[in-house]
C-alpha cells in the first residue's frame, strides 16, 4: 500500500471485516503527505510549528477558513509576509460570520476566494464546514480532512468538535475526520477491528495516548498498550476510561463494539 495513505480498508469493518489499518505518522510530521487531503482551519489561535503548518496547508487539496479561523489565517499571512512561510489562499471561507472581522473578510475577497455563508444555528461551523466540501464536489477528491485547532481553552467548543466527529461519516463518507492540535492527533475508531502504526519517536519517548468512549460506553480490547484493555469491564464514564497510557510496541490493536475518541500526544512536553 502507498507509505503515505492514512488508512487502508480491504473490507467495511464488522462481522468478518479486515482490520482498518491507520498510519497517521504523515499527519504527525507533515512528510510523505498524499493528495487527497484537505484542511479546515477553526478558529483558534495558530500554534503549529511554522514549517509544518506551511507545508501542511499549501500542500493539501482543499483549504478551507472556517468563520473566525479567516481572521487567524489573515493575521498568520501578515505576520510573515516577508518570510518563507507564504501561504495559499483558502479555497472555501464559510459561516456565520459572527466571529470573522470586517478586515478579514475584506481581504479574501480581493484573493477571489469562494466565500459560503451557513447561517443555520442548528449546527457548528466545523459541521457546516464538512458539509460545504460536500456540496462543493470536494469530498471525490478527498481520502481524509485535518482539522486544525487547539484541543484548550473553551470546553464546549472541544467537546462540539467531537461531535463533528460523529456526524462526519454521514456527511463525507469514506473520508476520515482528524483533529490537529499543536501537541495532539484525534479521530473517532469506530465499531470493529483497528490497527494503529505508531511512529518510533512517540514509543521511544512514551508518549501519551487515550481511548474515551463519549455518548455510549462499550467494550473494548487492545494490545500494543502500556497498560490494555481486556474487555472484562466496560469502556464508559461511570467505569473506566482510559487515559494517559503509552505504548509497549509500534502497532496497536483495537477491536471495539462502539465509537471512541483516540487520541494521540504529538510532542514530549505532552508528558
Known amino acids: 500500500m502507498p507509505n503515505d495513505d492514512t488508512t487502508s480498508d480491504d473490507m467495511p469493518n464488522g462481522a468478518g471485516a479486515a482490520a482498518k489499518q491507520w498510519l497517521p505518522a504523515s499527519l504527525i510530521d507533515g512528510h510523505g503527505l498524499d493528495d487527497g487531503l484537505g484542511i479546515v482551519l477553526l478558529n483558534r489561535p495558530i500554534l503549529l510549528e511554522k514549517h509544518y503548518?506551511?507545508?501542511?496547508?499549501?500542500?493539501?487539496?482543499?483549504?478551507?477558513a472556517v468563520d473566525g479561523g479567516t481572521n487567524r489565517w489573515v493575521d498568520w499571512v501578515k505576520g510573515n509576509i516577508n518570510s518563507?512561510?507564504?501561504?495559499?489562499?483558502?479555497?472555501?471561507?464559510?459561516?456565520?460570520?459572527?466571529s470573522c472581522n470586517q478586515e478579514a473578510m475584506e481581504y479574501v475577497e480581493q484573493l477571489k476566494c469562494t466565500i459560503v455563508h451557513t447561517p443555520d444555528q442548528n449546527a457548528t461551523d466545523f459541521t457546516k464546514s464538512l458539509k460545504v466540501?460536500?456540496?462543493?464536489?470536494?469530498?471525490?477528491?478527498?481520502?481524509?480532512?485535518?482539522?486544525?485547532?487547539?484541543?484548550?481553552?473553551?470546553?464546549?467548543?472541544?467537546?462540539?468538535?467531537?461531535n463533528t466527529l460523529y456526524l462526519a461519516d454521514g456527511i463525507l463518507p469514506g473520508v476520515d475526520v482528524f483533529l490537529r492540535s499543536s501537541n495532539?492527533?484525534?479521530?473517532?475508531?469506530?465499531?470493529?477491528?483497528?490497527?494503529?502504526?505508531?511512529?518510533?519517536?512517540?514509543?521511544?519517548?512514551?508518549?501519551w495516548c487515550s481511548l474515551v468512549p463519549i455518548g455510549q460506553g462499550?467494550?473494548?480490547?487492545?494490545?500494543?498498550?502500556?497498560?490494555?484493555?481486556?474487555?472484562?469491564r466496560p469502556l464508559q464514564?461511570?467505569?473506566?476510561?482510559?487515559t494517559s497510557n503509552t505504548y509497549a510496541t509500534n502497532r496497536v490493536r483495537i477491536t471495539t463494539d462502539g465509537p471512541l475518541l483516540w487520541s494521540m500526544g504529538t510532542t514530549p512536553k505532552d508528558m
Open 133 to 162: 466540501l460536500k456540496s462543493h464536489g470536494h469530498d471525490k477528491q478527498l481520502s481524509r480532512v485535518l482539522a486544525l485547532c487547539e484541543s484548550s481553552g473553551r470546553l464546549d467548543q472541544i467537546m462540539a468538535n467531537i
Open 53 to 64: 503548518f506551511t507545508t501542511l496547508w499549501n500542500g493539501a487539496k482543499v483549504r478551507v
Open 84 to 98: 518563507e512561510h507564504l501561504l495559499k489562499p483558502p479555497d472555501l471561507v464559510t459561516g456565520d460570520f459572527d
Open 237 to 242: 464514564f461511570g467505569s473506566i476510561v482510559s
Open 184 to 207: 495532539s492527533l484525534s479521530w473517532l475508531v469506530r465499531p470493529g477491528e483497528h490497527t494503529i502504526d505508531i511512529p518510533q519517536r512517540l514509543v521511544s519517548e512514551r508518549i
Open 218 to 232: 462499550c467494550q473494548c480490547t487492545t494490545d500494543g498498550l502500556r497498560w490494555n484493555l481486556d474487555g472484562s
